[in-house]
């Protein structure tokens, strides 16, 4: 069963530019849902993942913002405690990020992060 979030154990936000990017992202992906995950790996022991999935998995939470709706498995939510996802564009690209206040250090490349 799907776990529909409004519960502030489990709370996660995005920015307006995260969330109009998803939006056009999601054009190209009908009837997708935009996931966000951790995953064990990277230089700093765990790393962020972005992908498009049609189905949610029974333990997702199902997140709706700004539009848009997002999942976060029960298990990275753990991670992604009061975090936020921004959209970040710059002169050297365009990316996502995330705002993590559990993250005890980040790496350079801003994709990885240690607890």
């Given at each position: 069963?799907?776990?529909?979030?409004?519960?502030?154990?489990?709370?996660?936000?995005?920015s307006?530019?995260?969330s109009?990017?998803?939006?056009?992202?999601?054009k190209?992906?009908?009837?997708?849902?935009?996931?966000?995950?951790?995953?064990?790996?990277?230089?700093s022991g765990?790393q962020?993942?972005?992908s498009?999935v049609?189905?949610p998995?029974d333990?997702?939470?199902?997140?709706?913002?700004?539009?848009?709706s997002?999942?976060?498995d029960?298990?990275s939510?753990?991670?992604?405690?009061d975090?936020?996802?921004?959209?970040?564009s710059e002169?050297?690209?365009?990316?996502?990020k995330?705002e993590?206040?559990?993250a005890?250090?980040?790496?350079?490349c801003?994709?990885?992060?240690s607890i």
């Amino acid at each position: 069963m799907n776990i529909i979030t409004d519960n502030p154990k489990t709370s996660f936000n995005l920015s307006k530019a995260a969330s109009d990017r998803i939006k056009v992202l999601l054009k190209d992906e009908k009837g997708s849902y935009f996931r966000i995950s951790v995953l064990g790996g990277g230089c700093s022991g765990f790393q962020y993942d972005f992908s498009f999935v049609e189905i949610p998995n029974d333990d997702d939470h199902i997140f709706n913002a700004n539009g848009v709706s997002y999942l976060i498995d029960k298990v990275s939510m753990d991670f992604l405690k009061d975090s936020k996802l921004e959209y970040v564009s710059e002169l050297s690209g365009s990316y996502f990020k995330i705002e993590n206040p559990n993250a005890t250090a980040n790496c350079g490349c801003g994709t990885s992060f240690s607890i």
